[in-house]
T-cell receptor, first 113, second 114 residues
């Protein structure tokens, strides 16, 4: 099976940088995805890492170390609209074909003035 | 493009009642998924359909059934609702069997079972 750990809450001030960590245990690992979910909304895809290293998309970056079973999401120049829950998810194969994502329990990010 | 749509948005059921949650996508995606999300928890996979004509169980399938009606539509049925099924239900789809890392989610159905 798969299990993921991430902090339940993180608080930061507007304009700052915040890092949300994710450690995982899984078999058949393909990669690590990150999703954002605002209160009452649906999850939306942010980034994906299949290989070690840093992927940058605007203010958001994501990092993966396969040897350490560890990744993080880095949010720079925080804005109030970044207040949301952030989920890491491991991608693995399915016995019935295709892939699936197993999600962590989420990190609630609060951005303060 | 509407993306992934779900109906209804809200539903209240009494214990023992049945209902079907509908999901449709207009992105020509092969794979579709049903998740439930409970407070303080991540999304847990109920059932999935890797391609049209196939369905299979996820992590928490008990009490649910699914139908992949065609490539666009994937429905979730609760035959005899229980309070433990009070949750938010999300449908998602992805473009290829190898691309499940980027899933597109519907707006969710908020279900309360009393």
């Amino acid at each position: 099976g798969q299990s993921l750990e991430q902090p339940s809450e993180v608080t930061a001030v507007e304009g700052a940088i915040v890092q949300i960590n994710c450690t995982y245990q899984t078999s058949g690992f393909y990669g690590l995805s990150w999703y954002q979910q605002h209160d009452g909304g649906a999850p939306t895809f942010l980034s994906y890492n299949a290989l070690d290293g840093l992927e940058e998309t605007g203010r958001f970056s994501s990092f993966l170390s396969r040897s350490d079973s560890y990744g993080y999401l880095l949010l720079q120049e925080l804005q109030m609209k970044d207040s949301a829950s952030y989920f890491c998810a491991v991608r693995a194969g399915l016995t019935g074909g295709g892939n699936k994502l197993t999600f962590g329990t989420g990190t609630q990010l609060k951005v303060e003035l | 493009n509407a993306g992934v749509t779900q109906t209804p948005k809200f539903q209240v059921l009494k214990t023992g009642q049945s209902m079907t949650l509908q999901c449709a996508q207009d992105m020509n995606h092969n794979s579709m998924y049903w998740y439930r999300q409970d407070p303080g928890m991540g999304l847990r996979l109920i059932y999935y359909s890797a391609s049209e004509g196939t369905t299979d169980k996820g992590e928490v399938p008990n009490g649910y059934n699914v139908s992949r009606l065609n490539k666009r539509e994937f429905s979730l049925r609760l035959e005899s609702a229980a309070p433990s099924q009070t949750s938010v239900y999300f449908c998602a789809s992805t473009g290829s069997s190898g691309g499940a890392y980027e899933q597109y989610f519907g707006p969710g159905t908020r279900l309360t079972v009393t």
